[in-house]
Structure formats: structure tokens, C-alpha cells
């Protein structure tokens, strides 16, 4: 069974572009998360959605930040205009439906913001 | 606000030493608590959940214990090996929402 995967594994882009990561959860998972860590801080939440739906979006940083998920299928996490601040890496996860289940992460894509 | 603590920041111990990671948190409301790994330049493989109602979780030569009331999990590693060099990383589900929080991690490396 294939796991969690995300695309690219690395972006670097100038301050001011747009960026767009894509995961693919595990295959049946309801649940998908993102999660990043920026540069010497711990990792952090950014949402959560059940299928389609946005359930929890408070780790959000701002509305440059728009996470879809078309079909509740995979997801995309655009980034427009990146600021420097940006630049980390951006974990994506899926569990099965339900609370509190394991959740399964991806191989992350490392974004630089120039 | 939950915060998660792990001490210390870097361990290195020599092949074949048992040894102890340690993880805290400050507020007890949590659902589980799971383990991870990270090697440097790829993603985070989960090695143990461990429920809230229970006491320890055992894979392999790895056995993670959680002590909910004192707000704490260790993670105990037995005649660790250089294959065992990463960081490891604690990462706490509360009883009232989805996402995980985490703690900083702890690099770990083993000597030849």
C-alpha cells in the first residue's frame, strides 16, 4: 500500500511568487493534515480536513496560506505571495476516519523562500 | 495551552548502550501520544502510539512508557546501533481536537 506522498520535495522560489504543494494522502484515509517547521522552531499544526470539508484551520498563519481538497481526495497547499518567513518544511499526514487515530506523514517538501 | 518538552536536545551514547529519550507535557487532557523518527533530509516515520489508558507501548527493541498524571513519556531504546542515529520527536493528541503538538525532538547519535 502506498503512503503519504507530496510533491515537489524541494521548491525554492523568490519572495513574492506562488507556490503550490500537492499531497496525496494514504488511499482511503479521511483524514488529511499540514503541518511545518520553520528553521529552529517545533513542528506545527496548520489544518485539518475531513474528506472535502475544512475541520480546524486555526494554525493557519495568515490568507496568504489556501489549503483545498478537491473530491476529498488529494490536497493542495498554495502559498501566495510567499514572504521569506515561509520558507521550512511543510508535512502533509492522513489517518483513517475517526478520532485519534495513528497518523501517517509524508516525506515533506522543503520550501526557500529567497 | 499545551506545551511539549523533550530533554535533552542531543544525546550520543556509544553502540550497544541502552538508553533513555524523555518527553513532557504540560497539560494531561491528552487522547495518545506517539513517537517518531526523522532522518536528516527525509520525512517522520511513526514508531509507537501509545494510548492515554495505557502504560507502555513495546516494538522491537523499542518500548515507549506514558505516565499521563506526571505528564510524561519516555522512550527506551535497547542495545541501540548506528542505524539508530536520528532525531526523535514526541508528539501529543489532545482528548479535544485533531492536530498533534509537538515537541522539538532530540538528535541521537550512536558511535561506532
Known amino acids: 500500500e502506498a503512503g503519504v506522498t507530496q510533491f515537489p520535495s524541494h521548491s525554492v522560489i523568490e519572495k513574492g511568487q506562488t507556490v503550490t504543494l500537492r499531497c496525496d494522502p494514504i488511499?482511503?484515509?479521511?483524514?488529511l493534515y499540514w503541518y511545518r517547521r520553520v528553521m529552529g522552531k517545533e513542528i506545527k499544526f496548520l489544518l485539518h480536513f475531513v474528506k472535502e470539508s475544512k475541520q480546524d484551520e486555526s494554525g493557519m498563519p495568515n490568507n496568504r496560506f489556501l489549503a483545498e481538497r478537491t473530491g476529498g481526495t488529494y490536497s493542495t497547499l498554495k502559498v501566495q505571495p510567499a514572504e521569506l518567513e515561509d520558507s521550512g518544511v511543510y508535512f502533509c499526514a492522513s489517518s483513517p476516519q475517526g478520532f485519534g487515530n495513528e497518523q501517517f506523514f509524508g516525506p515533506g517538501t522543503r520550501l526557500t523562500v529567497l | 495551552k499545551q506545551e511539549v518538552t523533550q530533554i535533552p536536545a542531543a544525546l550520543s551514547v556509544p553502540e550497544g548502550e541502552n538508553l533513555v529519550l524523555n518527553c513532557s507535557f504540560t497539560?494531561?487532557?491528552?487522547?495518545?501520544l506517539q513517537w517518531f523518527r526523522q532522518d536528516p533530509g527525509k520525512g517522520l516515520t511513526s514508531l509507537l502510539l501509545i494510548q492515554s489508558s495505557q502504560r507502555e507501548q513495546t516494538s522491537g527493541r523499542l518500548n515507549a512508557s506514558l505516565d499521563k498524571s506526571s505528564g510524561r513519556s519516555t522512550l527506551y531504546i535497547a542495545a541501540s546501533q548506528p542505524g539508530d542515529s536520528a532525531t526523535y520527536l514526541c508528539a501529543v493528541h489532545m482528548d479535544s481536537n485533531y492536530q498533534l503538538i509537538w515537541g522539538a525532538g532530540t538528535k541521537l547519535i550512536i558511535k561506532p
Open positions: 488511499s482511503g484515509h479521511d483524514n
Open positions: 497539560d494531561s487532557a491528552i487522547y495518545n
